[in-house]
């Protein structure tokens, strides 16, 4: 983090404006260059460029330090806060890091689909969606969040649009309506809330709500917030719209949404359940966790399961990505130390090995123009560094020691212990071992199944989608060994949300 | 086997080949138990036992336990005999 | 210094391995560095037996990746014996698998010599393993590093074999032992290895009983039936991989870890109060029984070795579960004199097939006489596997006897020395029939009486080197006993570790 | 001479580098190998030595006494004597075996500790099967490995019981013990198996003659007389002992009537020539101690003498069976004169070998009045005479002529026979060499008028026996045949249950395997149908559907909230 210190103290605190004006600014240029490699580029330096900012935010909310800060001047309730702590610090690093690894892989994957302007066009939507999501993130607004998650979703649409395949559309079409439909259930809960407290700013809503815990207009407003945030981070059984969505994505897209849509869904879930409506109310009164448990495991088993049956690769990926949702929502709902931590370590682990598991699929695409698994038989001979990469991953994402998988999965196990579940323990096991099949089958056909006759001459993939393929395999092993920034991170966010409360 | 081991073609004529001589020892055997008899007479036997005691007893008791030894033998073929490849 | 020793101890191997990848078009240098690597990572492990000796347990941690779970290492003298054994047999492996590679022609040559030094470094590190968490990772690391070198042949029945491997192998540890780390993390609050045990006074012995049956069953390495089909399955990988990892390091690492939890995690006593391992003791118990007697039926000799090795590995577990000294002490051993024993007789069984290309034990009439080292190897080998004076597995079995004897265990003790009588039949027939039936006519009349015919030289010299070692073992039997004495002490002077 | 040096290292160590050592240097060297380390017991003086602290338990490797000097004085003798016997054999695997062999043997005489019996104990099962292997054929392969698996049975028992024993009493030191502890019985048994004790005798006819000619001269030698020795060191005294021996003496004699393989009837002949060292370790007195140890030591010269010959006679003629043997003399005139040297010291004639001794074990169970075991003993004599004394000799070199013509005994087995024969009769002419030697004073005389005379009846009558029924053609002839022992049980009845039982649980344990993976692909296929491509739980659901299923999602939690 040399940045920051090379930084004058009072830009640190715009940073966050900082970091969402450079991608909401990128994004117009773009469009208007109708140059796709020129694009790429912009598009590049710009996502780059907010990691960047992501780190120097991270580095000074450090340790329990928060930036806050008025857009425009005008203190809160007025004006529109932004709020920085611990937790957001890792999100943002999430969206805009690994949204900016997959930005590097994009331009290879996307000039064999597409001409020049309409690349540049794609570049934009994916800087809008990067935009939103930090918008989100950053929002201390409750209906900021609203508006940042339609941004999202309709830049989301578009880029899901954009698959060769016609199914694509019917796949974003769904999407659509079911991400409005969420989105209209969470308006109504602010509005709900709104019409109760008088204000939209999520500090005041916190302060304000408690007198309010016995009003049936609270009780509506949490059960439209739930449904609506659960439809947009896919929590079973509102899941339907994943797996096509994911699978017809084009290309690279896939890895970016994996990563990070659903994930900051579930931050804005973590942030309204603690931060506005409170733990106590929440789970508590409203007894979230006995709906959380029960559909999270069903979740994570049936999704699990079904990933083993799937003959495409991606659409594969995209359960597992359903079972790997239930993971964190079971952790949040476990609502203690560990089960938090997981939950937070995890919405970071799995997004990066999700993110890198989809590029490598990519790349490997790229080469062989399907996603069938059938078709990535004997790759492991053909494209070797894709494939090690991707296992790498894989193993990863199965819980394996030294990779970030394990840690996640250690803390919510130890969360389910502490909590005396043994059953819920003995279930992630399983789940496990669900894992361990269906990324032991993708394995086993990539190394062991003998190349179709059209592959066999297939080329390892371009060194552009390569590196952050191997950064994403390398981080997955680093942030097994040293996890600092993620479970050291978690671990002092969730209790910080637990003692908070 | 050997290929120095040979069959005879024709009995050679040693002095064991002859039945005459076969009976001269078969004789000399008879002499010799008589005489062990008979020495039976000439000597003090320090017993131990009340059957020690008994005239011949060590003659007579060998003989006796040898035929049934014997009998008790050929019983025993009629039971526990079985061919050369029994266990094979 | 200590500290950067033991990092060594694992880089070493990882490096050579690198190394030898880069210079995999220079067969004769990449198999030097194979071997150099091998005697300085010896080195490195024999330069901690002064501390270790002197009551010291020297320990790093490299990183903290669960808040107060580190990845640590600490060499403590059964770690040690263990490293010991792993990484001086890994010199004569790699000697012997240079003459056997070669001599088989294999492929991916490279590969495997790369797969091998991930394979050490990992099994070093479960050896040095500070707590278990640890040793888990390590333990797993083991078995995906050796799955390569399983599936080497690449063809349908190395698929099928890894598929089981892989299977077994990592659904028991992350079904069971996995869960069985957390759970004992959950009750004791800590994963350290420590002398007596974290576990005492804090789980009942109902808890006690289940976790250690997790921690045997999920330990999969160990070979306890029904889990114990990965080790046949294995046997599809070339000779010396079976040799150093189906004979020493994988299983050894098993068995070496139901060894540490039960006197580490668990405590000697802490078992032998509870009865914690009662059902172990008698699953192992069946194992080692069954396993022979399986292994009577196989006319596969690597099969037969395989079916061995279950039943011999059972031997320490049931060491580990009657949990006294001198079980404790006949465990250990086992997993030195098995070690030495049966990577001879996996030399032997890859000599044969270098030099006769013979894999069946009914194949194998007369071939002592062209061959005479390598069964006068495999003769050595067999007996000290069987447990017979003057070799080194004579004194293992002593100890696992007299523990049985101190815990009272009629029943076991008959087992056992019935076990070494069917090992005898299993075993003993081998060398009696490469030695004293004549050789098939066809054979007979290729060459001439009296030829001598063995294997390349780096493959006859291990072997015979390993056949001295299982006497050696017999000789040091005692200075191995008093150098397991801290452990075996440790639960009467607990305070003397704090 | 070098104190505290374990005359058995030298020959095990001296006796692995055989096989390094090329022809003819090979020749002399095994031949020297055993004298020098006779030489060095010879000169040593008595005590316990090379004592060590293994395991924190007191090991004494080497005490040499009276009893244990006897023991292992002999078994020097019989190595050198089995040593020569093979010389002109160029195969290794006789000296190197035979040699470990014996020096195993002495080794185990010389233990002061049981766990030092223990290693050499099974050092002698290891090395000995060597000898019934270098036959080379099938069926000694087989047995070979029967021999093992008992050897080595002993060798575990006997494990099994000194840790018991240790246990009980703390203490390893290999001195007298009793059969009132499960330590001292398993001791016991371990002991009785290597002894040859009644049905537990059959390994002994079974293996020895199996082995090679060679082979077996030394195999009579050790293991047996170790057993004795080891008995009459722990369970001098036990009563029990007077009885086994004695019916050891006397059922082995039956079988030895109607055996066809001449060696075959030997090894039943060395089952009952133990049982009389068995009963003089079971009185116990020093007369009777003395008689055992001076019969074992006669008993292996003449056991090895009438081996010697019948190997010679294998070796020439190529088969033992009496069935097929007959007028030997003529061609193998040495070997004949040895056989009936061999055969009138074993059935105890005057001035041979056998006399001196075995007359002081029947005079020991006189002086104790056992009238019982003395008629037993008697009759065992006669016995002995009757078929090894007689049957030996008569059916291999006179009897009817089979025809086979070969050369006498090569000129190694000439010497050996030679020597042994000499030691016979003259260990019978003049006893005292031997009675100087024995570990308790003697003050016996063998040579009286009644004792001579007494046993030349004995003798005579039963050979009158032999005459008579031969005349009339009562004595059962030799037949091709095998005769049912306890070895039935192993050999068929193990057979039946060992094959099967281990087929069995490697198909169960093969089984459980697969039922595992049929219960695996049951749920797969369950699984299959409800989350498999296109089943209900993972198909695309479309749009309408998803929506209603948020709707109800929704209705239930504000169902749950609200009321």
């Not at chain 1, 979230?288 to 088993?301: C, E």
């Not at chain 1, 004997?378 to 494939?387: D, E």
């Not at chain 3, 003459?99 to 010599?113: I, W």
């Not at chain 4, 008995?231 to 021996?245: C, D, K, S, V």
């Amino acid at each position: 983090m040399l940045l920051v210190t090379s930084v004058p103290f009072d830009m640190i605190e715009q940073l966050p404006a900082i970091q969402l004006l450079l991608t909401l600014l990128a994004a117009p240029i773009c469009s208007m260059l109708r140059n796709g490699d020129l694009s790429w580029r912009i598009a590049t330096a710009a996502s780059w460029a907010s990691a960047a900012c992501a780190f120097a935010i991270l580095h000074q909310v450090w340790g329990g330090g928060s930036i806050s800060y008025e857009m425009g001047g005008w203190p809160p309730p007025w004006g529109i806060e932004v709020v920085i702590d611990e937790l957001t610090a890792i999100i943002l690093l999430l969206v805009t890091l690994f949204g900016a690894l997959v930005m590097t892989a994009l331009r290879q994957s996307l000039t064999s689909i597409m001409r020049h302007q309409r690349q540049s066009l794609y570049y934009t939507t994916f800087l809008l969606c990067m935009a939103s999501l930090i918008g989100i993130t950053i929002t201390g607004d409750a209906f900021n969040v609203f508006v940042f998650l339609e941004i999202s979703s309709l830049a989301t649409y578009t880029l899901i649009a954009r698959g060769r395949d016609r199914r694509a559309l019917t796949a974003a079409f769904r999407y659509l309506i079911m991400g409005t439909i969420g989105a209209t259930f969470i308006l109504i809960a602010i509005g709900f809330m709104y019409m109760l407290t008088g204000t939209l700013n999520m500090a005041d809503l916190a302060e304000r709500l408690p007198q309010h815990h016995d009003n049936k207009v609270l009780h509506a407003s949490f059960a439209f917030f739930t449904i609506g945030i659960a439809i947009k981070f896919a929590m079973f059984p509102m899941h339907y719209w994943l797996p096509n969505a994911y699978t017809y994505a084009p290309k690279a897209t896939t890895a970016f949404l994996a990563a990070t849509a659903t994930k900051v869904s579930l931050y804005v879930m973590i942030r309204f359940i603690f931060d506005v409506y409170g733990v106590e109310f929440a789970f508590g009164q409203m007894q979230l966790g006995t709906l959380l448990v029960p559909l999270s495991i069903a979740g994570i088993l049936v999704a699990s399961l079904t990933a083993v049956f799937q003959t495409d690769a991606k659409r594969l990926l995209a359960w597992s990505s359903v079972a790997q949702l239930g993971y964190m929502t079971l952790g949040l709902a476990l609502l203690n130390v560990n089960g938090l931590t997981a939950a937070i370590a995890h919405m970071f682990n799995h997004a990066m090995m999700k993110a890198g598991l989809f590029l490598a699929v990519a790349t490997m695409i790229y080469r062989t123009q399907t996603s069938s698994l059938a078709s990535l038989s004997g790759i492991g001979r053909t494209m070797p560094w894709t494939t090690a990469a991707f296992a790498i991953l894989g193993i990863g994402l199965i819980g394996v020691p030294f990779t970030a998988g394990f840690i996640s999965k250690w803390y919510l196990i130890t969360g389910a212990l502490d909590k005396d579940w043994l059953p819920v323990a003995i279930l992630l096991i399983v789940s496990s071992l669900m894992a361990i099949a269906y990324i032991g089958k993708m394995l086993d056909v990539m190394y062991f199944k003998p190349a179709p006759a059209e592959f066999a001459e297939v080329k390892e993939g371009p060194m552009s989608m390569l590196i952050p393929c191997w950064a994403f395999a390398l981080l997955t092993i680093y942030f097994g060994i040293d996890t600092r920034l993620t479970a050291g991170l978690a671990e002092r966010i969730a209790s910080s949300l637990l003692g908070g409360s | 086997m050997k290929e120095s081991t040979t069959k005879a073609s024709k009995p050679e004529n040693t002095w064991f080949d002859k039945p005459a001589n076969v009976k001269k020892i078969i004789v000399a055997l008879f002499i010799v138990c008589a005489m062990l008899m008979a020495a039976e007479f000439f000597y003090h036997k320090h017993a131990y036992f009340a059957a020690e005691e008994f005239f011949g007893f060590y003659a007579l008791y060998g003989f006796i336990m040898c035929v049934l030894l014997v009998l008790a033998a050929k019983v025993m073929r009629v039971f526990l005999m079985r061919d050369e490849d029994y266990y094979d | 210094m200590t500290g950067i020793l033991l990092y060594a101890s694992l880089l070493v191997p990882i490096t050579g391995g690198l190394l030898l990848v880069a210079q995999k078009d220079s067969p004769n240098t990449r198999d030097v560095i194979s071997v150099v690597t091998a005697a300085i990572l010896f080195a490195i492990v024999l330069s901690f037996y002064p501390a270790v000796l002197a009551g010291d347990t020297p320990s790093v941690t490299l990183a903290e990746p669960i808040k107060g779970l580190g990845i640590t290492f600490t060499v403590e003298p059964l770690g040690l014996l263990f490293a010991t054994v792993a990484s001086g047999l890994w010199i004569l492996t790699t000697i012997y698998a240079v003459g056997y590679m070669r001599g088989a022609n294999e492929a991916n040559q490279t590969r495997f010599f790369l797969c091998f030094a991930i394979s050490i470094a990992a099994a070093i590190g479960i050896a040095f393993a500070g707590n278990l968490l640890t040793l888990f990772v390590f333990y797993e690391m083991l078995t995906l590093a050796t799955y390569p070198l399983v599936t080497h042949k690449g063809n349908e029945d190395a698929r099928r074999g890894g598929r089981i491997y892989l299977g077994i192998l990592m659904g028991t540890s992350i079904g069971l032992l996995l869960f069985a780390v957390l759970w004992t993390y959950q009750i004791a609050g800590t994963l350290d290895f420590t002398a007596g045990g974290i576990l005492e006074g804090k789980a009942s012995p109902t808890i006690a009983l289940i976790l250690l049956t997790l921690f045997a069953f999920g330990t999969g390495k160990a070979a306890l039936m029904p889990f114990h089909r990965w080790l046949p399955s294995a046997m599809v990988a070339p000779t010396p991989v079976s040799a150093l990892l189906h004979a020493v390091a994988v299983v050894k690492a098993g068995v070496f870890t139901v060894l540490k939890i039960s006197v580490y995690i668990f405590g000697i006593d802490f078992i032998a109060e509870t009865g914690a391992g009662t059902i172990i003791l008698w699953v192992a118990a069946f194992t080692l029984t069954a396993a022979s007697l399986i292994a009577l039926t196989k006319d596969n000799l690597k099969a037969r070795l395989a079916y061995s090795t279950v039943g011999q590995l059972s031997y320490v577990i049931v060491g580990a579960m009657l949990a006294n000294s001198a079980a404790i002490a006949g465990a250990a051993m086992q997993i030195a004199m098995h070690a030495m024993g049966k990577i001879t007789l996996f030399f032997c069984a890859g000599a044969i097939y270098v030099a006769a290309h013979k894999t069946e034990i009914s194949q194998l009439d007369g071939l002592g006489r062209r061959m005479p080292y390598t069964f006068a190897a495999f003769f050595i080998g067999s007996v000290s596997i069987i447990g017979l004076p003057p070799l080194g597995g004579a004194w293992s079995k002593w100890f696992l006897l007299m523990g049985s004897a101190d815990a009272g265990q009629w029943i076991l003790m008959g087992l056992l020395l019935l076990s070494s009588l069917l090992n005898i039949a299993y075993l003993m027939p081998i060398v009696g029939r490469g030695f004293f039936r004549p050789l098939p006519a066809d054979e007979a009349a290729r060459l001439p009486a009296g030829t001598i015919e063995e294997a390349p030289l780096n493959c006859v010299v291990p072997l015979c080197l390993t056949a001295a070692g299982c006497v050696a073992l017999f000789l040091f039997g005692d200075a191995i006993y008093n150098y397991l004495q801290p452990i075996l002490s440790a639960p009467e002077a607990p305070a003397a570790d704090q | 001479m070098i104190e505290g040096l374990n005359p058995a290292l030298i020959l095990i160590a001296g006796a692995l580098l055989v096989p390094l050592i090329p022809q003819p240097a090979r020749r002399f060297y095994v031949v020297l190998l055993p004298l020098v380390s006779m030489l060095q017991l010879v000169m040593h003086s008595h005590g316990t030595f090379a004592q060590l602290n293994f395991f924190d338990l007191p090991l004494e490797t080497f005490r040499l006494d009276g009893l244990s000097f006897v023991f292992s004085l002999i078994f020097h003798i019989a190595a050198v004597l089995g040593v020569i016997y093979a010389i002109h054999d160029d195969d290794p695997i006789h000296p190197t075996a035979g040699l470990v062999y014996a020096g195993a043997a002495i080794g185990a005489a010389l233990a002061g500790d049981l766990l030092t019996l223990f290693v050499y104990w099974e050092l002698t099962a290891v090395s000995s099967v060597f000898l019934i292997w270098a036959r080379r054929t099938e069926s000694a392969f087989k047995a070979g490995m029967r021999y093992l698996l008992i050897q080595v049975g002993s060798g575990v028992i006997l494990l099994a019981g000194l840790i018991i024993h240790f246990t009980e009493s703390g203490s390893l030191a290999f001195n007298a013990m009793n059969l009132e502890t499960i330590g001292g019985k398993l001791v016991f048994l371990a002991f009785g198996i290597k002894c040859a004790f009644p049905f537990l005798h059959n390994w002994l006819q079974d293996s020895y003659p199996e082995a090679t000619a060679s082979g077996t001269v030394l195999l009579s030698a050790f293991t047996t007389k170790l057993a004795v020795y080891a008995l009459a060191r722990g369970y001098a005294g036990t009563e029990m002992l007077i009885w086994i021996g004695a019916i050891m003496t006397a059922f082995p004699i039956f079988y030895a009537v109607i055996e066809n393989d001449l060696r075959r009837v030997l090894a039943y002949s060395l089952n009952n020539q133990l049982g009389f060292m068995v009963v003089a370790v079971g009185i116990g007195t020093p007369l009777a101690l003395n008689g055992a140890a001076a019969h074992a030591f006669c008993h292996i010269l003449y056991k090895a003498l009438l081996f010697m010959s019948m190997g010679a006679v294998l070796l020439r003629a190529g088969t033992c069976k009496g069935s097929e043997l007959g007028g030997l003399y003529k061609s193998m005139p040495f070997t004949t004169v040895c056989c009936i040297i061999g055969a009138a010291s074993i059935s105890a004639f005057p001035l041979f070998s056998g006399f001196v001794s075995k007359s002081m074990i029947v005079s020991a169970v006189a002086y104790e009045h056992l009238t019982l075991v003395w008629l037993m003993l008697i009759f065992a004599s006669a016995g002995v005479f009757h078929h090894s004394g007689i049957k030996i000799p008569y059916f291999a070199f006179f009897a009817h002529d089979s025809g086979i013509r070969c050369e006498e005994a090569p000129l190694s087995m000439r010497v050996a026979m030679g020597i042994t024969a000499a030691l016979c009769i003259g260990i019978g002419v003049f006893p005292g060499l031997l009675y100087a030697i024995l570990p308790y004073p003697v003050d016996y005389v063998p040579y009286t008028v009644a004792h001579v005379i007494t046993q030349l009846q004995l003798l005579m009558y039963s050979a009158l026996a032999f005459t008579v029924m031969m005349l009339w053609k009562i004595y059962p002839p030799e037949l091709k045949s095998v005769n049912l022992d306890t070895d039935w049980f192993y050999r068929k009845g193990a057979t039946a249950l060992l094959l099967p039982v281990s087929a069995l649980t490697a198909r169960s344990t093969e089984s459980l395997f697969s039922l595992l993976a049929s219960i695996k692909s049951k749920f797969l296929s369950v699984f299959e149908k409800t989350v498999g491509p296109g089943a209900w739980l993972s198909r695309s659901v479309d749009t309408a559907g998803m929506v209603t299923l948020t709707m109800g999602s929704l209705l239930i939690f504000l169902l749950l909230y609200l009321f």
